[in-house]
């Protein structure tokens, strides 16, 4: 006789639940492990079975829902299910047999109104034994200040889940990923790891396409940037493949969410309306309708809003953390004041252009480590020398959230989740005291600037923000 253990790996579940089933035990695992669900969302759930000997063919799955919206599979071991339009509490129950026995599970799902989306950029590129070539300022401290992870292979099943645990915590539902072409590493890590592991649950992915590398020809410091289409089809169609149709691909009014570096250095180039062109004819071709997010803003706003409605919606990717500008080390309040101000004529723009406006924030800066050279003056975390560590992004998330749209569930950006060469990360940092001390013995990396070993601080202020 055979008898199921029937456990729905879903929400937290004990150490005994979490266990690999005994030899001769019979598991059913029901995947994605969600506990909440938005109004209208739709959702996959799957059926396995551990340790079951017999023909699984046998086997014949009926589901069930107290709030209906079972649209495909009913019969089968992964269903559709349609979240209803209305805040409520639903039941999921899935009965299974073999025709000798039965036994069946059901599990609840909150279905809440949509949250706001917090969107972070996220770079799957850190593994080998170089932590992606290694050169960032934290790491040249006296003493080194590490990620809390440690110098992580971001390939590892307990790094994603850690980062998925930490973005949860802290209200992020989106990870706008770096993305350098089909097959690289972090096209390999995203796709096979990340969107593939069991634990995402329900947060947002969107590519951010790294155009100083993808549109090149010849030399990336002089003019061959954005020079070369050719393979711009090649790479639409790649993640029309491999993404789109994912049911955790961010889209906005069901079209995937794409975002696109440096498109005002690509109008200035005078290819944006060539390229754009030949992403939506492909997206497209592949039975897509893209939603273009363009990296359009910085600085002063102009007087015109230019190319801006070949895109539908723009944004800043904050690549000095502009709210200090070129030369101070310290923002301060007004700094910041500024820059929002400046943020809000170019929402204006976008107004007239008739695209979306996405705000973003920044920790700070400090590239030193890894272009040292360039002499990129950095940017304290600090709003002034006197005030505490955080509160520049503090002023600066409260900035964005000014200037968000209801319209796109009120995003906003932050640079970044873990960019450790630029020092703009909010990933946690192993615990430790602030130091301005570098190897130099000189204030090369620091610049007299002090750093702390942060821990959670940024996730706090984010998680406070969110909630408020």
């Not at 070539?133 to 971001?154: C, T, W």
Request: aromatic share 12%; net charge negative; proline share 5%.
């Amino acid at each position: 006789m055979y008898v199921f253990t029937l456990l729905l790996w879903i929400g937290i579940t004990s150490c005994e639940d979490d266990a690999p089933p005994a030899e001769d035990e019979v598991r059913l695992s029901v995947t994605p492990k969600i506990e909440t669900a938005t109004v209208g969302s739709e959702l996959t759930f799957t059926c396995d079975i551990y340790n079951y000997n017999r023909d699984q063919s046998l086997l014949t799955y009926n589901w069930t829902s107290s709030c209906e919206g079972i649209t495909d599979g009913a019969s089968t071991n992964t269903i559709t299910w349609q979240a209803p339009d209305e805040p409520t509490d639903c039941n999921i129950k899935v009965a299974v047999s073999d025709g000798e026995f039965s036994d069946e599970y059901s599990f609840p799902v909150l279905v809440e109104e949509e949250k706001d989306m917090v969107g972070v950029y996220y770079y799957p590129w850190y593994g080998g034994n170089d932590f992606h070539g290694g050169n960032y300022l934290r790491e040249f401290l006296e003493p080194a200040q590490l990620p809390m992870l440690g110098e992580y292979n971001d390939t590892e099943a307990r790094v994603i889940e850690k980062h998925f645990e930490w973005s949860e915590y802290a209200g992020i539902n989106l990870w706008v990923s770096s993305w350098w072409g089909p097959n690289d590493r972090t096209d390999k890590t995203l796709r096979n790891r990340v969107m593939m592991n069991p634990n995402i649950k329900e947060l947002k992915i969107a590519l951010f396409y790294e155009s100083t590398s993808l549109m090149t020809a010849g030399s990336v410091d002089g003019d061959g940037r954005w020079q070369d289409l050719s393979e711009v089809a090649n790479h639409i169609q790649h993640m029309a493949t491999y993404y789109w149709n994912h049911p955790n691909y961010y889209k906005i009014d069901g079209r995937p969410v794409l975002f696109i570096y440096l498109t005002r250095a690509m109008e200035g180039r005078g290819v944006l309306e060539d390229a754009i062109n030949i992403m939506r004819e492909q997206a497209t071709l592949a039975g897509f309708d893209i939603y273009i997010v363009g990296d359009h803003v910085f600085g002063n706003p102009p007087s015109t809003p230019g190319q801006m409605a070949l895109l539908d919606a723009v944004t800043n990717y904050d690549v000095y953390g502009s709210s200090g500008g070129r030369n101070v080390l310290y923002a301060t309040q007004q700094g910041v004041d500024n820059y929002y101000a400046n943020m809000a004529g170019w929402k204006s723009l976008a107004d007239q252009a008739g695209v979306k406006f996405i705000p973003a924030a920044s920790p700070g800066y400090n590239d030193c480590g890894v272009r040292k050279e360039a002499m990129h003056q950095p940017l304290s975390r600090k709003l002034s020398e006197n005030d505490e560590f955080g509160s520049l992004f503090k002023a600066n998330v409260e900035g964005a959230q000014q200037l968000t749209e209801p319209d796109i569930r009120n995003l906003f950006m932050i640079n970044s989740w873990n960019e450790w060469h630029e020092d703009t990360q909010i990933e946690p940092v192993a615990p430790a005291s602030a130091t301005n001390t570098d190897i130099s013995g000189t204030g090369d990396y620091t610049w007299g600037l002090e750093y702390e070993g942060y821990g959670m601080r940024y996730l706090d202020i984010l998680k406070e923000a969110v909630e408020n």
